[in-house]
C-alpha cells in the first residue's frame, strides 16, 4: 500500500498552505516526509535547498532541530515538565540559556507568562496547543507543519492558535497546515486538496 504517490509539491518560502482531504489520504504522511521524520521509497524531497535524502540520520535530525517546528493535535508535552522547561526543550545543543530565554520572551508573546511554572495538566487545551506552538518557534524555524493543531480544540481557542501560526507566517515564515476545519484554511494562502495519497487540487 502506498500512503503517498505521485505527489509533486512546491511550497514557496513565506507561502501559508492548507492540506486538506479525507481521513488517511496521506496529509499527515505528507507532513512527515516534509519534516525529515520519514523517508520515501522514492522521488526527491528538497526543503530550504537541502536534500534530505542526500542526509544522513543524524544529519536530517539536525535540520529538524535548526529549520523545522512542529505542531501536532494532541500537543505532546512531556507531563514532568513545566510550561517554561517543556518549551525551552527543544533547544539546540550547546544553546540552552538562549533558548530559556527565548521561551521565556515567546511565553509573554502567547499570554502565557503567568501558566510558566505550571504543568501541562493544569492547563486548557488551548494553552497547552499554544505552549506547543511557542515550543515549534523556540528555534526561530523557517518552516513550520502543524497536523489538525486545532482538532481538540474549541472555537476560540481555535482562532488563537490560527492567529499564532498567521502572524509566524506575516513575518515570513512558511506554514504547512493539515486541517479538516474549513475556517482554518480560510488562513491560508491557498488550499491543496489530497485523495488515495496524491494531491489531487493544488
Known sequence: MHALANVVLDVAKGEFVAVRGPSGCGKSTLLMIVGALGTPTAGTV????????????AARARFRARQ???????????PYLTVLENVAAAALPGQQAAARDRA?????????????????AELSAGERQRVAIARAMVNRPEL??????????DSESAKDVLDLLAEFHRREGTVLLVTHDEQAATYAERTLRMRGGSVVVG
Open 68 to 78: 523545522v517546528g512542529f505542531v501536532f493535535q494532541m500537543f505532546h508535552l512531556l
Open 46 to 57: 528538497t526543503v530550504g535547498g537541502e536534500n534530505l535524502l542526500a542526509m544522513s540520520a
Open 144 to 153: 513550520i507543519l502543524a497536523d489538525e493543531p486545532t482538532g481538540n480544540l
Open 104 to 120: 521565556g520572551e515567546l511565553l509573554r508573546q502567547f499570554h502565557l507568562a503567568d501558566r510558566a511554572g505550571h504543568r501541562p
